[in-house]
């Protein structure tokens, strides 16, 4: 049976003035107790041991037990604490710290100031349900946890630590204004769920040191840093999220694995998702809206795998760059400032059924030899500059893709290489086909259809080898070769009522053409005239003069000489 203790300031018959020699009493019978405070405001540290339950009589709040330094709860055993309101200063093990057992707050609030509001220990559990915890960090060391519809509110540090390897479940949670991090999780576990973190000055929610972090249906807001961040080869899924405003939605860094699935991330200031430093993760049907320079980001050898994802609006939509690596299919890109699929400096990239719109670039590609995307099953719409453009010496595989409506289909310039398999070009403003610089082009089954100037063009020094492709209704000219561009044209065909079938300089094979139209060879100009300037007014030399000092158009000279054995002004 359990005894039941009265504490209140004024004591009274069989009560106690003070909670703890409610407590000394309760410790005295050695059995489980219900210590039942009336409001007041106690001075007390309170050292529980044993079956205890703490409950606070009256309305919320009215019953206050504070200490001016250190820890006030002191527990140790089977432990119960209802609608107190705890106060510490200084209390670095704790405002209140749970040594042993398992220890229940239920609609308790913990200010500390200047420390920690709950340590849990290891091999001890806890339980805290509608709590209120204020500028202190509650921390799981090693330990079990239930935490449930509680708030955390200005903490100096992270609100809720879940550090070696403690394992915590985190339901309808509301963190606000941390100066850290809302909820850390280090080489332990936790699942968090419907929980609300805003205000938060570095990541929202961070998993590091080979942790994993469960995220599901929470509402990331307003914080500096990133909202959800792995690193440091960590692990988790993060399902039904959605961040708004933050720098980035999530960070993945340094070996770390997420997987993400069905998340919005929205006005995000940076990026939506940020993938970098060996980082990999798999994102599947999540949506990123507004990002201000990058929806989906793979740099410094990271490798995401993304998976029937939507980009709409922002700057640019996916970025492999710094020799990073990954894999994009089922993904749609619309309405941007800028390109929809970029990748840059020795990465590699592969996109397959993507679908692009209103983008003024679909994929470019730019850097060394080591630079590599191939694009497959795509459709390309409404751009405003090309389809697909390659540039420096990267290489770039497109294969049964469809652009429709843009200033020109494909482009590929200075050293780079374009590899076109059974693709599709409709209505473009300029052209099908362009090659410029000293670029190689390599098409097959290419078809061209209502391109307004030219289907296909090779300038400057660029190689074209193009088969079993067709250039039909193209305005001007279904092929022009200017310069010293030139290639090989195999049983390709023009067709239309354009002014010429080719326009060439005769470094093309034209032998298998098959065209109705004029093929015109384009005169090349005469080259320049050498000019040679002699000036007749100059010094003749004989022989070999050194320390010579010249001046030309100069109304007064003085000249000198002088006479040496060698070099060095040394005579012999």
Not at 127 to 149: I, K
Not at 336 to 360: I, Q
Not at 433 to 460: E, I, P, Y
């Amino acid at each position: 049976m359990v005894k039941k203790y009265v504490v209140s300031p004024h004591g009274g018959r069989g009560g106690h003035r003070d909670i703890g020699s409610a407590l000394r009493a309760a410790a005295a019978r050695g059995r489980p107790a219900r210590v039942e405070i009336a409001p007041g405001h106690y001075e007390e540290h309170l050292a529980v041991r044993g079956e205890i339950e703490l409950v606070a009589l009256g309305e919320p709040g009215t019953v206050v037990v504070s200490g001016p330094r250190g820890t006030v709860l002191d527990a140790l055993g089977q432990v119960v604490v209802r609608g107190l309101v705890l106060v510490g200063r200084d209390a670095a093990a704790g405002v209140v710290d749970c040594q042993g057992g398992s220890l229940v707050l239920d609609s308790v609030e913990v200010r500390a100031h200047d420390g920690v509001c709950v340590q849990v220990r290891p091999r001890a559990a806890a339980t805290l349900t509608d709590c209120r915890f204020r500028f202190g960090r509650v921390v799981f060391a090693g330990s079990a946890g239930h935490v449930e519809r509680c708030r955390f509110a200005d903490c100096a540090d992270n609100a809720l630590a879940v550090i070696q390897n403690a394992r915590v479940t985190v339901r309808a949670a509301h963190v606000d204004g941390a100066r850290i991090h809302g909820v850390r999780v280090s080489d332990a576990w936790a699942h968090l769920a419907g929980c609300e973190v805003t205000g938060t000055e570095k990541a929202a929610l961070m998993a590091d040191t080979r942790a994993e972090m469960v995220v599901e249906d929470c509402r990331v807001d307003a914080v500096h840093m990133a909202a959800l961040a792995y690193v440091e080869q960590s692990r988790g899924s993060v399902r039904g999220t959605r961040v708004t405003d933050a720098e980035n939605g999530v960070l993945v860094a340094s070996g770390a694995d997420p997987s993400v699935h069905g998340c919005v991330f929205a006005d995000c200031r940076d990026t939506g998702v940020h993938v970098q430093d060996a980082g990999r993760g798999a994102f599947e049907d999540c949506e990123i809206l507004g990002a201000g320079n990058v929806g989906i980001l793979s740099t410094r050898g990271g490798a995401p795998r993304v998976t029937g994802c939507r980009v709409t609006g922002g700057n640019v939509g996916i970025a492999v760059t710094d020799k990073a690596r990954g894999r994009f299919t089922g993904t749609t890109v619309s309405d941007l400032t800028g390109v929809a699929l970029r990748v840059w400096d020795e990465s590699k990239a592969v996109f397959e059924r993507m679908g692009v719109e209103r983008c003024p670039f679909g994929l470019e590609t730019r850097g060394n030899g080591g630079t590599a995307a191939e694009l497959t099953d795509t459709v390309i719409q409404d751009f405003d500059m090309a389809a697909v453009a390659a540039v420096g010496q990267s290489r770039a595989v497109v294969k049964k893709l469809r652009a429709e409506r843009g200033l020109v289909g494909f482009s590929v310039g200075e050293e780079a290489q374009l590899h076109l398999h059974d693709c599709e070009v409709t209505a473009m403003t300029t052209g099908g086909a362009l090659a410029h610089g000293s670029a190689r082009l390599v098409a097959v089954n290419l078809g061209v259809t209502d391109a307004q100037s030219f289907g296909l063009c090779a300038t400057d020094s660029a190689y074209v080898d193009v088969a079993h492709s067709r250039f039909d209704g193209c305005g001007a000219t279904g092929m022009r070769f200017d310069g010293s561009g030139g290639g090989r044209l195999v049983e390709c065909s023009v067709t239309g009522t354009g002014a010429t079938a080719v326009q060439h300089n005769d470094r093309v094979d034209l032998t298998t053409l098959r065209t109705t139209l004029p093929v015109v060879r384009i005169a090349e100009p005469a080259p320049a005239p050498v000019s040679v300037v002699n000036n007749y007014y100059g010094p003749v030399f004989h022989q070999a003069v050194h320390h010579a000092q010249l001046a030309w158009n100069n109304s007064t000279v003085v000249q000198r000489q002088t006479n040496h054995g060698d070099e060095d002004g040394v005579g012999g």
